[in-house]
């Protein structure tokens, strides 16, 4: 499971308020990723980090911040949760081997904002 | 820009029965190319990867996958399905430009085993 936790794994919030998502990794990796996962959409990168303090916009940032202050922690920020923001959220990192890249995902948030 | 397209939303199958779920990709170089699995409420499971080299992939489960590149497509087969397969299917395919590296999915085959 590549050593990857998420909490919570499950929230209800109201609309307006804050939350954070936090993604824990135990095995020292260097790219994070945050998805979200909509019926009919697949996954869609939200953000995404390639190291301490480095992180870059996805395909659906809006309404999202991230920060990432030390290796093993990745979190992700609703400033002002809306109810398009219910959704389950995954957080990922990449690991190499000699053939490429692959990214393992971790168990994932269901967050319904009311 | 890279995309994925699966074209069957949902497939329906009996326990025994083979099985191929469709992926065609769009992107300009040497794609690299996944599935994954998910099962009810579970996150995503790697079932198997093309990065380069022979064109049929081995998987985990008994699943495998072709590349095509005259087809743009990544099929992933399965001789015999059990019933503990139902589950959605993604495909992704992986875009290495720059310095950093990110995953476009298609939008998922939702698989009913039939006993």
């Known amino acids: 499971d590549a050593g990857i936790t998420q909490s919570p794994r499950h929230k209800v919030t109201e609309t307006g308020t804050p939350v954070t998502l936090r993604c824990h990794q135990t095995e020292n990796h260097r790219y994070m990723y945050w998805y979200r996962q909509d019926p009919g959409h697949g996954l869609r990168l939200i953000h995404y980090?390639?190291?301490?303090?480095?992180?870059d916009k996805g395909e659906v940032s809006d309404g999202y911040s991230v920060s990432r202050s030390k290796t093993e922690d990745f979190l992700l920020t609703l400033e002002s949760a809306t109810s398009s923001q219910t959704s389950v959220y995954f957080c990922a990192i990449s690991d190499w081997d000699r053939s490429g890249e692959t990214q393992y995902f971790g168990p994932g948030t269901r967050l319904l904002v009311l | 820009a890279q995309s994925v397209t699966q074209p069957d939303i949902h497939i329906t199958v009996s326990e025994g029965a083979s099985l191929e779920l469709r992926c065609n990709y769009s992107y300009g170089a040497t794609p690299y190319l996944f599935w994954y699995v998910q099962s009810p409420g579970q996150g995503l499971q790697l079932l198997l990867k093309y990065f380069s080299g022979d064109t049929l992939v081995q998987g985990i489960k008994g699943f495998e996958a072709e590349f095509k590149r005259s087809q743009s497509s990544f099929n992933l087969r399965k001789p015999s399905v059990h019933w503990s397969d139902a589950a959605e299917y993604f495909c992704a395919v992986g875009d290495s430009g720059g310095s950093n590296y990110k995953l476009t999915f298609g939008k998922g085959t939702l698989l009913t085993v039939n006993p």
């Open positions: 980090s390639y190291g301490v303090k480095d992180t």
